[in-house]
């Protein structure tokens, strides 16, 4: 015999008073937290409000926020390299890039214009992880407002000013430098150090050009050479005896050819 399946429980009843009794409650619950706050603001002078600018509550470290643009720490300089993979990626078109190839002492290209739309901006994060370097991040301003669309074009000093901002917050709550939080590596480097990478690029071309000079001084001393070679060869072949006369029989010799007679023709 099969058992009856176990019954679902019954639902509560709705009752007048049980809803009575629970909106009571409730207002009387709204009311204990106006009250606290009314006391502490009368006796006790103590704000109920946080106006500091750019977020004084305590935001998740993962909460992402405005992008903005970094520095590398170490060395000064801008982490962008220009690669543009974010502006490439930004599914809203709102990131606008502009590089030139060579800047002495930045390595890879150098962004002079940087522009994020933050109009158009969703915040999707997909540029933070595009990027190879620790260079665009998201940050735990939300505050960003303006008095026209204008207002919210952040060209490349607002974003730098932004993401440093971020990132001496990171260093004093002592996560670390940019680096060390994203955990992508600067590939920027010290003057010092982009002089001995030059110097080690300009003697690399050195030796390659003397080595290109060497070859190039060996196949000409190799060509008049050969030139003789072949002027001997050729010079070798015109004087060199014919068939017939190297067949010719020496003083005294008996050949049979020697001695046949000659053909009547
Ligand atoms: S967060 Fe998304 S929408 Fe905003 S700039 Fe980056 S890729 Fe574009
Ligand atoms: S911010 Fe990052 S992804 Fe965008 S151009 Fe610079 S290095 Fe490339």
Redesign the pocket.
């Known amino acids: 015999m099969i058992a009856a399946p176990p019954q679902p429980p019954s639902p509560v009843k709705p009752s007048y008073w049980h809803d009575f009794v629970e909106a009571v409650r409730t207002i009387l619950k709204g009311m204990a937290v106006t009250i606290r706050n009314f006391g502490r603001v009368v006796f006790l002078r103590q704000a109920t409000t946080i106006t500091k600018k750019w977020g004084s509550r305590p935001i998740a470290l993962r909460y992402r926020g405005t992008i903005g643009?970094t520095i590398d720490r170490r060395t000064g300089k801008e982490?962008?390299?220009?690669?543009?993979?974010?502006?490439r990626i930004c599914p809203d078109h709102c990131?606008h890039?502009e590089?030139i190839d060579d800047k002495p002492g930045h390595k890879?290209k150098y962004?002079v214009v940087?522009i994020i739309d933050n109009n158009l901006c969703s915040l999707c994060g997909l540029?933070v992880e595009?990027?190879?370097?620790p260079?665009?991040i998201h940050t735990e301003v939300w505050q960003v407002g303006g008095y026209s669309h204008r207002d919210l074009v952040f060209d490349k000093q607002r974003l730098l000013e932004i993401g440093e901002w971020q990132q001496e917050k990171w260093i004093r709550m002592g996560l670390g430098t940019v680096d060390q939080v994203t955990g992508k590596k600067s590939m920027q480097m010290t003057d010092e150090e982009w002089q001995a990478e030059e110097e080690k690029k300009r003697a690399a071309a050195a030796a390659r050009a003397q080595r290109a000079a060497a070859t190039r001084a060996a196949a000409k001393a190799e060509t008049p050479a050969a030139g003789d070679r072949k002027a001997a060869a050729h010079s070798r072949s015109r004087h060199a005896p014919t068939a017939s006369s190297s067949a010719a029989p020496t003083e005294g010799s008996s050949s049979p050819e020697a001695e046949s007679p000659p053909s009547e023709s």
């Open positions: 643009l982490n962008c390299i220009g690669c543009l993979a974010c502006e990131i890039i590089v890879g962004p940087f540029c595009a990027c190879p370097t260079a665009l």
